[in-house]
């Protein structure tokens, strides 16, 4: 398994690339640190990495009801990175679609 697992586009970190175009999110492996990452970063899309934040979130608890019952779980936990690149550097998520 990879230190980038996938990267993040959602409306949430849209708004942040909108109003910091150099910032971009990143799922990233539970055991990697800042450092890693920002090797990762780099060597993937090949760009300069000024800044790594990560979070960790953990997993939230989930309930459904049935015919059967109430059925509940656990959604996996996953560990965050918001990378910040040099000014004027981007990533193309789309170019390759």
């Known amino acids: 398994m990879g230190i980038i697992i996938k990267p993040i586009v959602t409306e949430k970190l849209t708004a942040i690339t909108n109003k910091t175009p150099h910032?971009?999110?990143?799922?990233?492996?539970?055991?990697?640190?800042?450092?890693?990452?920002?090797?990762a970063v780099?060597?993937?899309?090949?760009?300069?990495?000024?800044?790594v934040n990560t979070m960790k979130f953990s997993g939230k608890l989930k309930s459904r009801y049935t015919k059967s019952g109430m059925i509940s779980g656990r959604q996996g936990a996953y560990k965050k990175a918001i990378v910040t690149l040099k000014a004027g550097e981007t990533i193309d998520f789309f170019s390759n679609i």
């Open 23 to 39: 910032r971009f999110g990143f799922r990233v492996s539970p055991t990697a640190n800042k450092l890693e990452i920002k090797q």
């Open 42 to 51: 780099e060597s993937m899309y090949n760009v300069v990495v000024e800044d």
